[in-house]
């Protein structure tokens, strides 16, 4: 059985920084990409951004030069760092990650997500 926990959210002004954390646990040989979506109530998830396990990432356009993820592969963790952050970044944070655990998955890649962090950005 493999799990993700996300940690970080909360609060935060407008123009301001939060930080965002997630840890693969369980069974795991091998995670592919990681990475970060969000949902606003009444719209589909969305992706923010992705980072494979060579360091590869890909942002939304709407993050892209104020956040920014990193993955520690050692501590199978990834994280958001998020900067300039405005009212429409408001949203459920989701981490999802590719993992690999034998028989715990399948003896397949499965795509995991973790149950969400709220972040709130007032104005």
């Known amino acids: 059985q493999v799990q993700v926990v996300e940690s970080g959210g909360g609060l935060v002004q407008a123009g301001g920084s939060l930080r965002l954390s997630c840890a693969a646990s369980?069974?795991?040989?091998?995670?592919?990409?990681m990475g970060w979506y969000r949902q606003v109530p009444g719209k589909q998830r969305e992706l923010v951004a992705t980072?494979?396990?060579?360091?590869?990432?890909n942002y939304a356009d709407s993050v892209k030069g104020r956040f920014t993820i990193s993955r520690d592969n050692a501590k199978n963790t990834v994280s958001l760092q998020m900067n300039s952050l405005k009212p429409e970044d408001t949203a459920v944070y989701y981490c999802?990650?590719?993992?690999?655990?034998?028989?715990?998955?399948?003896?397949?890649?499965?795509?995991?997500w973790g149950q969400g962090t709220l972040v709130t950005v007032s104005s």
């Open positions: 999802n990650a590719e993992i690999y655990g034998g028989l715990a998955t399948g003896n397949r890649y499965l795509e995991v």
């Open positions: 369980g069974r795991i040989f091998s995670i592919n990409a």
């Open positions: 980072i494979t396990s060579g360091g590869n990432t």
